[in-house]
């Protein structure tokens, strides 16, 4: 489209007459901006101009020599530019070099918008001052909360495996608003009647980036004989490719430091059936045989878990998990009588509040 | 009359999806809980309700209380906020140059209330909006609104006050001419459309804060990627996925709230209950169309009937023949028809996602029905929707993949093209919205799109409206050249549900500056995947043309994800004026500015 306003177009139109005349005037007016037949079928948007009466005796071109030119009467109503070929045009041999448009004046190629308002603003009176800022009581209005929060438990699960059974949890709440949260997140394990491992964190977490929160705050270990207390750091959010993903380092006491990083995917079976792939890894910085703990990679679970969403906020699933221990961590296992890899069946709900 | 005992353990179970969509066919306001001394509107629980004749208030002297009532819209029973104990509120109906007086009570139990007259130019004391006009109406109390009509035409009146507008405040406002329209019709009819939820308002906001993605029950899935291989090849088909997985977006995001929660109304009539205004063949027939709904587009057609339409947002325009348009939540539309030929015809009022309708009928007598047609297909959101059609700038996409790969945090934030097409901009983008976490995408090309139907409106066989097609009935009333310009960008983060301009949600934003008397244009660049109608109070939005000119007025203009449109203002009513997105959940979370204008 044309950046010329409607008014100016019938004259682009003459300078295309005139280009084929004399192309080194068009060449500066009319390339790159609106091809003139689009222009001519346009020009009618606009009925308030007249293109008998306009005077384009005040166009300068200076040294262009046109200036004996009588436009005045000319009729561009009636003209089909839509046969035009402007493909033939060469331009390349033109020379423009001795042009000189400094003198042009450009003014009159566009209808002068008024400088004072056609409808006139009206003067303020005394009535209208008070009318417009009347006093305000704080808090007149009231605004949607911004503190919000969410509560998901991820899993919820009885899990049957190759050398026994139980129930583990994951879960994960918020309060804050868009950019401060208190994160807490739990996640534990029950084999016997008897709690195996369970933790607690609560972070406080701050969004850095559209998809990305920093978390700092403590863990605590609440398992038998395990009442560890960690300082955590760790980042959290949502990948490309949408993948839900956290990591997270812990200080403990006695400086030994852990991490862990896991990544869950969804993959829609249906709106409805949703297929959740999940990994977990987790590292240690030292050997720590009293908690069966070797340093490196000592521990990958695996996941894959279906539900379905009778709602979004019910949705039980069934799953298979595969854990395994790595290097001494699995030693120190192996040599406590527990099995260095277990597969098991899982079958739970996921439900968020 | 029946009363219906508030929702309780006795409610009775969830509706149908069905009923849900289709709504209860003898819907509406069951009681009036509040006894305000002014007439309630009932409807017998038995026996189908065909038609309602509405309230209508004229005279420069009018009474509002504004009140809880039962309604029942799915076949549930749940509280609505109703005024003289209607859903819609009564229409009213008053005359060019009348000084009216309106006093409106407050008689709910424990909210203040407000009611913003939509598009009208009057003092900022009577605006209604609670912080900015007035200090709201606190229960038990009444306010006087007093002002005098500077203009006619199709008008609205709703609440200001948090999220009571969803749960039923809103009402025609109806402003007859001094000088005879400059079309003819013999009768006329008012259409408001409009969104309902058996849900409280404020937990349906919680939970679009906790997971804004509840209602897409539409996304795209591993059967659809395994048709769309078959169908593109592996490379397109994953290049494509991998696009919007890299943005961490869906292209089915069309409407944030959609028929899962929502049962559409026309006129407070759910589909089921028919609405019909009546006509006698060969009639021209004013059709006063009205979006009151909250968060919902509706794309209106009347299958077998043309459509003039000869006003919008009030203002008269040269008329334009269409099959079809698009009103944005808060625009109006004048239409003239003239049905002959049939006995009925469907007012057929889908919404933009196509997950359901509104539905009326235009007949000769009550009772009578004309089909109701399908669901259009649901529409996807392209990337050249969204203002990031590297196609349309000359780039093959393939090329760009090194590009979009680098587009973390925000997508095109690193994409630094230049303006290629004719008049797509590569828009620059505030400082404000750099690294800021509320902001989850930016467009890297917009273009007015004046002439584009828009999604899910492209060849669909039909002549829709669209903004270029038209043009107000007059020339700029003001006629000056705007002598400076404000960029705004509309931004948002989907999944934080946060909404703002320039990423700066309203409670931490500064009110924008106008100098009383001044013209200025508004330049609004959509930085989001939504469309989002904006509108300011207080004064006129005069729409410009692709060229800059003026083109018409309107007091919302609606803006489609990756445009970029601009606006003239006169600032010519001195005061605090409320400046939004009229997606009412968009508005509460943070899509809001002061608008001041100074002397």
Avoid at chain 1, 330 to 337: E, L, V, W
Avoid at chain 2, 259 to 269: M, Q
Wanted: a negative charge; hydrophobic letters at 40%.
């Amino acid at each position: 489209m044309s950046r010329f306003p409607a008014p100016a177009r019938p004259l682009l139109t003459a300078a295309l007459l005139v280009a084929l005349a004399t192309p080194a005037w068009a060449q500066s007016h009319a390339h790159g901006t609106a091809p003139a037949p689009a222009a001519t079928k346009e020009a009618p948007v606009d009925p308030k101009v007249d293109h008998g009466s306009m005077d384009h005796s005040k166009m300068d071109h200076g040294s262009m020599g046109h200036s004996q030119m009588d436009h005045s009467t000319m009729d561009h109503g009636n003209m089909d530019h839509s046969q035009m070929d402007h493909s033939k045009m060469d331009h390349g041999s033109m020379d423009h070099s001795q042009m000189d448009h400094s003198t042009m004046d450009h003014a009159a190629h566009k209808t002068a918008a008024p400088s004072e308002p056609r409808e006139p603003i009206p003067a303020i009176t005394a009535a209208d001052r008070l009318a417009a800022f009347p006093p305000i009581e704080h808090g007149a209005m009231e605004h949607a909360p911004e503190i919000h929060s969410m509560l998901l438990v991820n899993r919820l699960e009885q899990w049957d495996g190759q050398h026994g059974n139980g129930q583990a949890w994951e879960a994960s709440g918020w309060v804050g608003g868009n950019i401060h949260r208190l994160w807490v997140r739990s996640e534990g394990e029950r084999s016997g009647g008897r709690t195996e491992a369970a933790d607690v964190e609560v972070l406080y977490g701050r969004s850095v980036s559209p998809w990305w929160d920093v978390l700092v705050g403590v863990k605590q270990d609440l398992g038998p004989g395990d009442s560890r207390t960690w300082a955590a750091l760790g980042i959290q959010g949502l990948a490309p490719y949408k993948f839900e993903t956290s990591a997270t380092a812990y200080v403990g006491e006695g400086g030994q430091v852990m991490a862990t990083a896991e990544i869950e995917y969804e993959l829609l079976l249906t709106n409805r059936l949703i297929l959740q792939p999940l990994l977990e890894a987790t590292l240690a910085a030292k050997d720590d045989p009293c908690h069966g703990t070797g340093s490196g990679l000592n521990k990958v679970e695996a996941g894959l878990r279906l539900r379905y969403e009778f709602n979004r906020r019910f949705a039980p699933y069934i799953g298979i998990s595969h854990e395994r221990l790595f290097g001494d961590t699995a030693d120190y296992h192996q040599a406590a009588g527990e099995r260095a890899r277990d597969t098991r069946w899982v079958a739970g709900v996921r439900v968020w509040f | 009359m029946s009363f219906s005992p508030p929702p309780g353990p006795g409610a009775p179970p969830m509706p149908s999806r069905r009923l849900f969509v289709q709504g209860a066919a003898a819907g509406g306001v069951v009681a009036g809980l509040v006894a305000s001394g002014l007439p309630s509107r009932a409807f017998a629980a038995a026996g189908p309700v065909v038609a309602t004749a509405p309230q209508v208030l004229s005279g420069p002297d009018v009474q509002l209380s504004i009140g809880e009532s039962l309604a029942n819209f799915t076949g549930r029973t749940r509280p609505a906020i109703t005024v003289n104990g209607s859903l819609p509120a009564p229409i009213l109906r008053w005359r060019e140059g009348d000084t009216v007086s309106v006093r409106v009570a407050n008689a709910l139990q424990a909210h203040p209330t407000s009611i913003h007259w939509h598009g009208i130019l009057l003092p900022a004391n009577m605006d209604g909006v609670p912080g900015l006009s007035f200090n709201g109406i606190a229960p038990g109390e009444a306010y006087q609104y007093r002002f005098t009509l500077k203009q006619s035409g199709t008008y609205w009146y709703h609440s200001h006050s948090m999220f009571q507008e969803q749960a039923g405040l809103y009402g025609a406002l109806i402003i007859d001419p001094l000088q005879p329209a400059p079309y003819r019709f013999d009768r006329e009819h008012v259409i408001m459309l409009s969104d309902w939820t058996d849900m409280d308002p404020g937990a349906l906001f919680r939970r679009m804060k906790k997971l804004a993605e509840f209602d897409n029950y539409y996304k795209r899935t591993l059967p659809d990627f395994l048709r769309d291989v078959r169908r593109d090849g592996w490379s397109a088909a994953t290049a494509d996925r991998g696009m919007w997985g890299r943005m961490r977006m869906t292209p089915t995001d069309i409407s944030d709230i959609n028929a899962h929660t929502y049962t559409y109304l026309l006129n407070g009539t759910a589909p089921a209950g028919n609405w019909t205004g009546l006509f006698r063949s060969g009639e021209k027939v004013l059709l006063r169309f009205i979006n009151g709904g909250s968060m919902t587009y509706f794309d209106v057609r009347i299958p077998g009937l043309k459509m003039t339409v000869v006003a919008a947002d009030g203002q008269y325009i040269h008329p334009v023949s269409i099959d079809e348009f698009r009103i944005a939540p808060a625009e109006t539309f004048d239409v003239i028809v003239e049905p002959t030929g049939q006995d009925a015809f469907t007012i057929f009022c889908q919404d933009m996602g196509r997950t359901g309708f509104a539905a009326g009928t235009l007949a000769v007598r009550h009772g009578l029905q004309a089909p109701i047609p399908a669901r259009d297909p649901r529409p996807l959101l392209t990337m050249g929707d969204m203002g990031h059609d590297m196609g349309s700038m000359g780039h093959d996409m393939a090329g760009m993949g090194h590009d979009m790969k680098g587009m973390e945090g925000g997508c095109g934030a690193s994409m630094g093209h230049g303006a290629h097409g004719s008049n797509d901009k590569a828009p620059r983008h505030p400082a404000s919205e750099t690294g800021n976490p509320l902001i989850d995408m930016q467009s890297m090309a917009t273009a007015p799109k004046l002439d584009d139907p828009g999604i899910g409106l492209r060849d669909n066989g039909r002549a829709v409206l669209t903004y270029g097609a038209m043009r107000s009935l007059f020339d700029d009333p003001d006629g000056r050249e705007p002598g400076r310009e404000v960029e705004l960008h509309l931004t948002g983060h989907m999944e934080k549900f946060s909404w703002s301009f320039d990423g700066i949600p309203f409670a931490s934003a500064e009110p924008l500056r106008l100098n009383y008397g001044e013209r200025m244009r508004i330049v609004l660049v959509n930085d989001t995947m939504m469309q989002h109608p904006i509108h300011l109070h207080g004064v006129w939005s005069d729409l410009e043309n692709a060229d800059g000119q003026f083109h018409l007025r309107k007091h919302t203009i609606d803006m489609p994800p990756g445009t970029r449109r601009t606006y003239r203002v006169r600032a010519d009513a001195l005061g605090r004026w409320a400046y939004h997105c009229h997606l009412l959940y968009h508005m509460e979370a943070g899509m809001m500015r002061e608008v001041r204008i100074e002397e």
